[in-house]
């Protein structure tokens, strides 16, 4: 048995990864991808000033020569807050995301697997916290135990769980009656066993899709939580704080928004393409 | 069905407002609509169609009358007798007499939790001289600032008869005396209110229904303004003027504002006041860091007025003796280096509201060129207010509305036991002078007793007042007769239509 | 049928412990927020007696568990407390709102369900093609673009230069129809487009992979035109992610769209809400949470009775 398990993620991550491969799509996604980690990486390089620095005489001006995309409300330069702001931007569009998934797939594969009333209570919990507004958890969070970053982090990744959590149950409900679990049922394979091989795979598309979707709403809500008092406080940058100070001056100002809300977009659909590339490379029925 | 259509399209693009109707956009959603429980200053819009006050204040802030056609003060300024205007009646028809003054004063000091005691509190008793005289007797000589109170939420008057039998739930049908009477109220959608007959001074009013519509983004209220569906929008960022001036369909009336800024210091206010309250030379330097001049020019495109003091620099009760100040980083530094504290550290709490969120990370970065840390923590306002009242902060960030008496700026704020001085700042020579100030009957002794307050307190520096807000109104091109008052509460008399 | 029985028993049987469990949990939450609801209330008008006599008059000075038992008894006799700031029992709050969160949420579905749907099958059955890009093009955009700014770009075009739809500004459907239908269009757009934005990418992916089943197969072989073979037999089994998307996105519109009614000006459900956590006002959130889990319940009833409906395999 462990033997089995053993091989089987070997050969299967060399196909995944030789699917991947052939797609050019997915290869360039993953190019811009990484090149947002680069960006992040080497932020103090790449950016042309300081991103906290104000000049106090240069308050929100349109994109010139010196300030490729404008100034910021502070007078500070958008580009390099937009730079400097991959950062944290990265990390909030990818920790909760990985939290959620995380967390899910053996509570979706429990519910799923099992039904009856573990499914039931399960559910009935994911309910009861899609109740409970995210305000208070944040505000909560933020006065129990401070400003920290990863708080933040943990409360978006929490508050999007029953999500996945509910995708995840209902694939694994879905394969649950397919003949080939009942099968596999029948002649005494483990319930661990069925669940890695057939609940799994049938899983990974509804999940990689939403983690593809939740790195935009995580992205903005880390600047929500912010603004509350939970995760990076001013002045660092980050690319939804960005877009939340610009909404002030949408008209006057539109620049603020165009550059931070740019970005994110990029990166979603870089996301999403990449989504797409994995999907289809572990789709084991496609080949 | 084609001709229905076109219909509907051309009823679609015509002018969405029905003849007759006022529509106001307000900055947020008040709360419930009784005189004595009311409190956010949005409220007093609505309240000043619904209820008439004993006086009112002129743009100037001087006394007016309304429902109350004098008032005379007795030498020992510890009585005033008021004279009331005859016929006047409710909306439920019941008529408004000395009683009824009575009755509304009694229901400001004895309702549960009543917002309005503190401020009455020196009224000691009731006498109906005849049915339009009444003399109210105070413990202490201070009768002018009783009557400008009786200008604001304490004087407005609602009808006894309604007020018993709604008990509590008077605030969800407002019956007054005022202008306007009470339709309905979606809370959070919009509050609506007709034009009442039987008003004293019927003629005045024009609309025959006012609608106030509760639209919290700024940007938003704009473009409901512009696109026709307000035809005023209360409180325009300074920064969205230039976009104003520049549509023919909208105008802007603006005047002086009652309201500043200020970031206020822990002077002593448990362990955490230590840090920027044990030296006054700290507080001088934080101040001598900042440029108001600078930040007003960049986040409100010099609209708003830089300020020192509790009331603003036009005001007579402003000291000319203390001018706002200019930045010194130098001399910044000099202090600190002499206070001991070369490397200050201190945290502000900010709210969550943008506009401060802008201004602290301008007093961030200017303090910084100083060798000042001020850490920022964005809080929001429920905690800030606990967390400032409990001492569990170095400076806050905060907004007074303004009152047009300087007692309100600075009785509440700085006197020993004032329940806004979340500082605990303490100074006896200065709580004289505020009570010197709320018991002058002349002009010329208040002036000096607020003017020597204002020394102090500019020297002391409890707060660091930043500036002093302009309002900004937005009215459309058609409208006539719109006056903008510092308290930026809309009069409705003489507005109509072109 | 018995089993379906079976089922819905055992569903009701939980929706009661699962309030109870979620309004202990609320109330106590909240209740340990710093922040002081008369303090809150007072503000600038800060009077210590006043703060005192509020606090006593609505209980905050007892201690919490009895606060909430008394909550609780007055909750299950319809009693669901006075909202503190609105000086307005919390019950006719809710209902007052609730026509209005119902109507901008099913207006919201619909758009939502209109675009997002028929765009993922077409990308999916013409996967790689122009049209697969861009739709996937628009529904990255839905999702990515934040509500705020696609609102107030909205309003600026069809509000202040075109003049088609106010800005803001709520009517009552009883007083004026047609402008109160045509207060909730631009609105539902914002929410609509950013659901939609979410259900196309989870029905392109779910209709891939449903296309490579062998049921799917079965069916081409058997020679059946591919436009019924993507309709009946790949879409029939693709609905269940959207399915389940759809659910908890209603629900979510259902207990509040903060955000955009803010933009607009609509006072629903996420108005009420924002505000009564803001001002400490804990009857009103506490009631806005029980009528929020009893949508969040109810819609994920329904979307395991579409399972079983979509998939009848399931109810073997």
Redesign the interface.
Known sequence: MSATIAMAPDTRLRRVLRQLARQPGTLLAAAVVLAFVLVAVFAPLIAPFDPLRSNFLAVRRPPSDLHWLGTDEVGRDVLSRVIHGTRISLMAGVIPVLVAVGLSVPIGLIAGYRG??VD??L??????M????F???A??LA??LGPDMINAMLAIGLASL??FI??AR??A??V???DYVEAARAVGASPMRIALRHMLP?MA??L???A??MA??AI?AEASLSFLGLGQQPPAPSWGSM?NAA?RH??AAPWM?IAP?LV??VL??AL?VLG?GL??AL?V??H | MIRILAL?LA???GP?LAQGTL?I?INE?P??L?PT?N???SGRQPLTALCDKLFDVSTSLELVPMLATGHEIAPDGLSVLLRLRPDVRFHDGEVFDAEAVRFNLDRHLTT???????ELSALDSMEVVDPLTLRIRLRRPQAYLFLIILAERSGMMVSPKAARELG??F??RPTCAGPYSFVER?????IVVQRFPGHWNAAAYHFDRIEY?????S???L??L?????QIAERITPTDLPQLRADPRVAIAAAPDLGFHTLRLNTGNGPRGQVLGRDPRIRRAIEAAIDRRVMVQALFDNQYVPGNQFVNPQSQYYDPGRPVPGRDVALARRLLREAGAANLTFTLLVPAERERQEAAQFIQAMLAEAGITMNLETQ????M???G?RGRFEALFTF??GRPHPDGNSF?HFSCQG??NDSRYCNEALDRLLIQGQEATEDGPRREAYRAAARIVADDRPVIVLWHRRTFTGLSARLQGFVAHPDSTIRLSGLRMQ | MTRFLLFLG??LA??V??LL??SV??FG??H???????????????????VD??RR?YGLDLPIPLQYWRWLTAALSGDLGMSL????PVAE?LM??LG?TLQLAVASMVIAVAIGVPLGVLAAARRGSWADRIG??FA??G????H??L??ML??AF??HL??F?????V?FREDP??SI?GFVLPSIVLGTGIA??LM??TR??M??SL???YVRTARAKGLREKRVVLRHALR?AL??V???G??EF??LL?GAVLTE??????GFG?????G????DYAV?QG??LV??V???AT?LV?DML?FLL?P??R?
């Open positions: 009856g009333w039931a209570v559910m009935r919990i994911t309910d009861a899609l109740a409970i507004p305000l208070i958890v505000i909560a006065a129990f029953p999500v509910r995708l209902g694939a409900l879905a649950r009656a397919e049938n598309p509804p990689l899709v939403q593809s979707i935009a709403t903005i877009l909404q949408m008209v928004a809300g994110i977009f979603v659909i999403n797409d999907r289809d789709d029925k496609r | 509907l009823l679609l693009a969405v529509r956009g959603d709360d419930a009784d429980t409190r956010l200053a549960t939790g009543s917002l309005r005691r503190s509590e739930r605030g969800s979606v809370p959070q959608g919009r519509l509760p639209i919290t983004d940007t938003v209220r473009a409901a512009r696109s026709g569906e307000l929001d306002n429920a905690t207010l606990q967390n009242q007074w509305s509440t329940p806004q | 055992q569903r939980l929706v412990p699962t469990i979620l949990l609320v939450l909240q340990l927020l710093p922040g002081d609801p008369a303090l809150a209330m007072a503000g600038e008008e800060m009077d210590p007696q006043a006599e509020l008059k700031r609105n000086d307005v709050l007052g709102k209005i996937s093009f990255l955009s999702i990515s673009v934040p705020f700014w609102g107030i309003v600026l509000s202040v003049n088609w106010p800005a803001s500004g709520y009552p047609w402008r045509m934005g979410v990418r989870h992916s779910a891939l992979q490579g089943a062998d089994n269940m992610p399915v389940t998307l659910a908890i629900g979510q207990s803010q933009i607009f000006s609509i006072p108005k009420l809400l924002v505000d956590v803001l001002y400490r959130v806005l949470v929020s889990a949508l969040f319940i994920s979307a399972y998939n395999r399931l073997a």
